[in-house]
């Protein structure tokens, strides 16, 4: 069993290059915790958490506050601090999911699959960044010509306005590039098939996420009646959420996350689990920094997923935490192939707002 010698804790708030809108707020600044993660035998490991109001269960303060309450158990005893982190999955799983992230870095996982993601890129999907029906189209346009085949578009806010900016796009969007259409639980039952029974279906891969995450009964009702085919996201954590999706006709696809999941071993189990039940899978996190974003992708290159993925968080704030920055090659995310990507942990202390530390000398 991994030895812990000192654990960190990194509270930061990077500001955007842009806001980004959605259906739940707008968003200037990303909220991250930074974990990283020495053994007594010198291999360190970092892992990230971004919770967001409104999408993950715990609050940036509620996620602090747990920090600083696990970083003694694990440095002290680290068979009860797993224990513990298993605990936060249910209440914290952003938490969770980081601290498990930065033990899997620990034991290599990420190196490991450094190799697999040089040798094959992963294709991103492109955000329409606009609430404006009339220049969405032109966004479209332009993320096309840059090659991207998978568009974002965020709705959730009013039916007939939110339908009019998808037909415009769908209007001048050329055969094979495919909508993804996102409403972040921003309607009713009522209002999220009245916008799905007033868009064209056939450039449309998925509605994403239409109601509520917890009105299952609601979720049942619009995937029974909508034309459009369902992906569910943020009602998706654990097991239980995915066998339920499953279950319900209409609902194609999960959006999963290494956060929502627990960490990357319980990612890997999850795509699995949806594989068995026959769901499609996408990945990814559009709200993280670069750190989280290479992590997802490796995992995506690795276990071969073939929907555009959507770890794109790294493209919007305006600094970057890793050594070797991503970059897009079109929708490709690429990183050099000859330096695999550290945290810049100088960088990260002169950023934090706050942090935390145990030490293992100190515990005992």
Same mark, same amino acid.
């Given at each position: 069993m991994i030895r812990i010698e000192t654990i960190e804790a990194f509270r930061l708030r990077l500001p955007l290059k842009q806001p980004?809108?959605?259906? =739940? &707020? %707008?968003l200037s600044n990303l909220d991250a915790i930074l974990y990283?993660? /020495?053994?007594?035998?010198?291999?360190?490991?970092?892992?990230?958490?971004?919770p967001v109001e409104g999408y993950s269960p715990e609050t940036a303060d509620e996620a602090w506050e747990a920090t600083q309450a696990i970083l003694p158990l694990m440095v002290l005893d680290m068979a009860e601090g797993q224990a513990a982190v298993a605990r936060l999955v249910s209440t914290h799983p952003f938490v969770a999911a980081a601290l498990n992230e930065a033990l899997a870095d620990v034991e290599g996982v990420f190196d490991a699959a450094w190799?697999?993601?040089?040798?094959?890129?992963?294709?991103? =999907? &492109? %955000?329409?960044?606009?609430?404006?029906?009339?220049?969405?189209?032109? /966004?479209?346009l332009d993320l096309i010509e840059a090659g991207y085949r998978t568009l974002k578009v965020k709705v959730g806010y009013e039916p007939g306005r939110d339908a009019q900016r998808v037909r415009n796009i769908s209007a001048v969007i050329e055969e094979g590039v495919r909508m993804r259409i996102d409403a972040n639980q921003?309607?009713?039952?009522?209002?999220?098939?009245?916008f799905a029974r007033s868009v064209p279906p056939d450039q449309i891969e998925v509605f994403e996420q239409p109601i509520h995450q917890k009105d299952w009964d609601g979720i049942v009702s619009v995937a029974g009646q909508s034309p459009l085919p369902i992906m569910l996201d943020e009602s998706i954590y654990a097991d239980d959420d995915i066998r339920r999706a499953a279950a319900i006709a209409g609902v194609t696809a999960v959006k999963l996350k290494m956060s929502k999941a627990g960490?990357?071993?319980?990612?890997q189990n999850q795509i699995a689990l949806c594989r068995s039940l026959g769901l499609d899978v996408?990945?990814?996190?559009?709200?993280?920094?670069?750190l989280g974003c290479y992590h997802e992708a490796l995992m995506q290159s690795v276990l071969g997923l073939d929907r555009a993925g959507e770890m794109n968080g790294f493209t919007k704030p305006s600094t970057g935490v890793l050594s070797a920055p991503l970059r897009l090659d079109g929708p490709n995310l690429m990183v050099p192939q000859d330096e695999v990507p550290v945290v810049r942990r100088g960088l990260v202390a002169d950023l934090a707002l706050a942090t935390a530390v145990a030490h293992a000398t100190?515990?005992?």
């Open positions: 980004y809108e959605n259906a =739940l &707020g %707008t990283r993660i /020495v053994t007594a035998d010198g291999r360190s490991g970092w892992g990230e958490a971004c190799k697999a993601f040089s040798a094959r890129p992963v294709e991103l =999907l &492109g %955000t329409v960044n606009t609430l404006d029906p009339e220049a969405a189209p032109q /966004v479209a921003g309607y009713d039952v009522d209002r999220a098939l009245a960490g990357p071993e319980q990612l996408v990945i990814g996190n559009g709200v993280a920094s670069d100190q515990a005992r």
